[in-house]
């Protein structure tokens, strides 16, 4: 399909990214993978706090499609609905950043649930991983106004607070005391967070900034950390500024 | 208490406030209250997500504690545990501004539950409520990183998803198409963010900020709006950047 693509795609046609992560090894966001497979497109991405089992039941839904200006507004219009509500957006790097990193503080969520830690434990994990995900954009020259939005916090907050999601199921199984290789394989659903969390560290890692809550979800998936133990070691953190 | 306060208190004594709220008619935060009626005390202020369950079981709690610099971390020792960890600000209109908003915004998502218009839309609601908030925070001197921090962000979070959370379950109730005088009253759990929706919303107006969905949200508590009519109408706002 791809070489088909890369030899018939005409230059300037929109290609929307609805996946979400970051390659492994390259720590590439997609829309950069999109640049360098297929140059002559016109990227575009979608994302946002959707659940397809409510979009389906035509229920109201909100999300942010971003590209150049005029080519994200012709898609608002063309895939919007009285129902499902795009907003536009030019900032593709920071759609794609809020939407790879969610499913990593999904699974430590999902750890604080498991592990009993309660509700205002997984509220603040929430919101100090919020804080990491805006260090890190800024960095990556996303905007916080993204960021703060549906496809950053908007998604962030669904995907880290219910069941139905993959991820943060993951991280409550985690969190209970099983293992990554109980947890994932065949037949079992797929959490992109499980290999987002690492490439999410490396790349941060590479742009200087440290991400610790991300960072003690990567060591809880390699088997080289426990829940509460993580959890231990984020509460020691002397007190001081937010 | 108060006269006895009043004339008692030694000047630059700190008053830590623990409510949260907007004052009726005045439109005044907290903090400006207590300017008002102490003005001898030293300002400070403790919010953050933490069910007092939580914190009563000894679970990992993380909350913000803001005062100037140096009465706020003397504060964090000695309000401080090895599970119940104060943050520092000098915020204290952001942290005021943050805990008294997101009971409005709770009651609005719990509207949202209550109607059933699925987890995406609550997200949303979070998501655009969170948005109000720091154009209103902009408004007043608070500082964003304030509204994204404990304060702000991960108590509204908390308060948002939960149905341990009174504002939350309030607007479950009217979602569901009760009124508020059914849900209400004598003996019925008290739910701050039904007296500070109006005052919110009253407040903004009189810096310039419009606030659609606390608007939304004293509408329907005044039994002015439908919440289906609320929600139709927030959702047929036209296609435009977030």
């Given at each position: 399909v791809l070489s088909q693509l890369r030899s018939g795609l005409k230059p300037g046609t929109p290609v929307v990214l609805c996946a979400k992560g970051i390659e492994t090894n390259?720590?590439?966001?997609l829309p950069e993978v999109l640049g360098e497979i297929l140059p002559q497109a016109e990227p575009a991405i979608l994302s946002g706090p959707s659940f397809a089992r409510d979009v389906a039941k035509g229920l109201p839904t909100a999300v942010t499609i971003a590209a150049r200006e005029a080519v994200a507004s012709r898609l608002a219009v063309s895939l919007g609905s009285a129902s499902f509500r795009p907003y536009v957006s030019e900032d593709v790097t920071g759609v794609a950043l809020g939407g790879a990193a969610k499913n990593v503080y999904a699974i430590a969520c999902g750890m604080v649930e498991g592990a009993g830690l309660g509700e205002s434990a997984r509220a603040a994990a929430i919101s100090r991983g919020f804080a990491e995900l805006l260090r890190l954009g800024a960095q990556l020259g996303a905007k916080s106004d993204t960021l703060m939005g549906l496809s950053g916090l908007g998604d962030l907050v669904l995907t880290a607070t219910s069941m139905s999601s993959r991820n943060f199921a993951l991280g409550v199984g985690l969190g209970r005391g099983a293992s990554l290789a109980q947890l994932s394989g065949p037949g079992k659903p797929l959490a992109e967070g499980a290999a987002t969390a690492p490439a999410l560290v490396e790349r941060a890692a590479r742009h200087g900034v440290e991400l610790p809550i991300a960072e003690a979800v990567a060591a809880v998936l390699a088997g080289k950390l426990g829940v509460r133990e993580a959890a231990d070691r984020l509460l020691s953190r002397p007190l001081k500024a937010e």
């Open positions: 390259t720590g590439l966001l």
